[in-house]
């Protein structure tokens, strides 16, 4: 069982680029979720959909993008990124009313 | 402002004794808790939940306490292994609603 997938596991952007943080379960959840984490910090939730075509923002949406086309994939876009979005990225899913299961994580560094 | 709020960011135990993590939290509306554990370069994973309906949730060496009118709950590892060794985070969220809101995380060794 894949579970949740994230790639990339590492990335070095500099400032002003662009790139997208790949997410795609394989557990038929309706449920997903973007959050980032950073040093000392407890997660916090970027952005979420709770089934195709539908999404929201979460606690720190600024900067950052989704699409939900398929129940699998779950993309999360960065335009123009900046020092503050240097963090650890996890990807999760879950069913409705049940706990989350996460993906190992995107570690992004932006120079 | 933090809603889920976890103190003593880290904890030394020896094998075999008890471990005790506290979590505090601000949110009424709150109505399910959650335990994740985090190893380094892996993402948290799902330990031990609880409903607000319940004031305690055992699963094995784990038990979760929950105190609603003081808004507290804890967790309790027991007998304590070396693999406990992780961080280790609560969470919450409210009816209806599956964003998770989460605490700093409590670091946890245990030693051999």
């Known amino acids: 069982n894949a579970g949740v997938t994230q790639t990339p596991k590492f990335r070095i952007l500099k400032i002003g680029q662009s790139m997208t943080l790949q997410c795609t379960q394989d557990m038929n959840h309706n449920y997903m979720y973007w959050y980032r984490q950073d040093p000392g910090m407890g997660l916090k939730l970027i952005y979420y959909?709770?089934?195709?075509?539908?999404?929201d923002k979460g606690e720190v949406p600024n900067g950052y993008n989704v699409s939900r086309s398929t129940t699998e994939d779950f993309p999360l876009r960065l335009e123009l990124a900046a020092p503050s979005q240097t963090s650890v990225y996890f990807c999760?899913?879950?069913?409705?009313?049940?706990?989350?299961?996460f993906g190992q994580g995107t570690r992004l560094t932006v120079v | 402002d933090q809603q889920v709020k976890q103190n003593s960011p880290s904890l030394s135990v020896q094998e075999g004794r008890i471990s005790i993590l506290n979590c505090d939290y601000t949110n009424s509306m709150f109505d399910y808790f959650l335990w994740y554990k985090k190893y380094p370069a892996e993402g948290p994973t799902f330990l031990i939940s609880i409903s607000s309906i319940k004031d305690k949730n055992e699963d094995g060496r784990f038990t979760v306490f929950l105190n609603k009118s003081a808004k507290h709950l804890s967790l309790h590892i027991v007998p304590s292994q070396p693999g406990d060794s992780a961080v280790y985070f609560c969470?919450?969220?409210?009816?209806?609603?599956?964003?998770?809101?989460f605490g700093k995380g409590n670091q946890v060794v245990v030693i051999p």
């Open positions: 959909s709770v089934g195709a075509g539908i999404t």
């Open positions: 999760a899913s879950s069913y409705p009313t049940a706990e989350a299961f």
């Open positions: 969470a919450a969220s409210a009816r209806g609603n599956n964003r998770l809101a």
